[in-house]
């Protein structure tokens, strides 16, 4: 089970929305979780809240959670996510001692989607870089040319994370669950980070920087067309993949934990794999191809 522990609260006391939530987020953020798990799990509790219409959590039942969860129709990733958000919410109530019942943990498990690798088109991007502001200029930049989340981006900190190694400058990146990974940085990007000032290369109202949220959104305006900023990684790891034929270089790259995963961001060539396939077939099949 993973629950967040902070603190006990009588079993009969049962304490409003607002105050469990906030509470819960406090919990999260003794936990070290990602201001991006902390803010996406806040939204689903406060709408859970606002639609289900009782003063308190830990009166709702297993049936009232299985009703609002199936009333919407959520894309399989969504239903995914927020079912996380309710099991992570009610083992940490019951762990607690707010609720003698963990109503969530009966909610179904949801199988994941079968994820399609859907790289933004490298017109798409030029057209971005053209029109873009200086500002979102350099976001697209760092997710495109380094494949990095917009929660990456939002808290790129050049005093803190700009490195010089013995092959040349390099960019400390902060990723999923506090993990770190090293990007070495084209040398027009290093200047522009040694050139900032102290501070959040972008910043914000969001602890100091720009929240990931507003990244990207407007890296998503920048592109245009339906096309968003994870696309970017996904442009970065085909593109780079056809370069190195390196999927460990791949991962390493993004900071995903499974190579499987990385596996999914890659698109083939359609070409590349025709190509593949005559060829075979004129080994195998001489004759035919005279």
Not at 157 to 171: C, F, K, Q, V, Y
Not at 176 to 183: A, I
């Amino acid at each position: 089970m993973d629950a967040i522990t902070a603190g006990t609260a009588p079993a009969t006391q049962l304490l409003p929305w607002p105050s469990e939530i906030a509470a819960f987020c406090t919990a999260m953020a003794a936990r070290r979780l990602s201001p991006e798990t902390i803010t996406l799990r806040r939204y689903h509790l406060q709408r859970l809240a606002r639609e289900i219409g009782t003063e308190t959590p830990w009166t709702l039942t297993a049936d009232d959670l299985l009703q609002w969860t199936g009333e919407h129709d959520w894309k399989r990733e969504t239903a995914r996510a927020v079912r996380s958000s309710l099991r992570r919410f009610w083992d940490w109530g019951h762990t607690t001692g707010r609720t003698q019942t963990n109503p969530a943990a009966l909610l179904p498990a949801i199988r994941p989607d079968q994820p399609t690798p859907r790289p933004a088109t490298p017109g798409t991007v030029n057209r971005a870089l053209k029109k873009a502001t200086a500002r979102v200029e350099l976001m697209l930049r760092f997710a495109n040319e380094l494949g990095m989340r917009r929660g990456e981006v939002a808290r790129i900190h050049p005093h803190d994370d700009l490195i010089r190694t013995a092959s040349g400058w390099s960019l400390v990146v902060h990723g999923k669950g506090d993990r770190e990974r090293t990007l070495p940085l084209p040398t027009d990007l290093a200047k522009v980070l040694r050139d900032a000032p102290d501070g959040y290369l972008f910043p914000g109202a969001e602890n100091g920087h720009v929240s990931a949220h507003w990244v990207g959104t407007l890296v998503s305006r920048a592109l245009g067309d339906g096309t968003t900023m994870h696309q970017l990684r996904h442009l970065c790891a085909t593109e780079i993949h056809d370069q190195t034929r390196d999927l460990r270089l791949v991962q390493t790259l993004l900071g995903h934990a499974s190579l499987a995963t990385t596996q999914r961001y890659i698109a083939v060539d359609d070409k590349a794999m025709r190509r593949a396939v005559a060829a075979r077939s004129r080994r195998w099949n001489p004759t035919e191809h005279a």
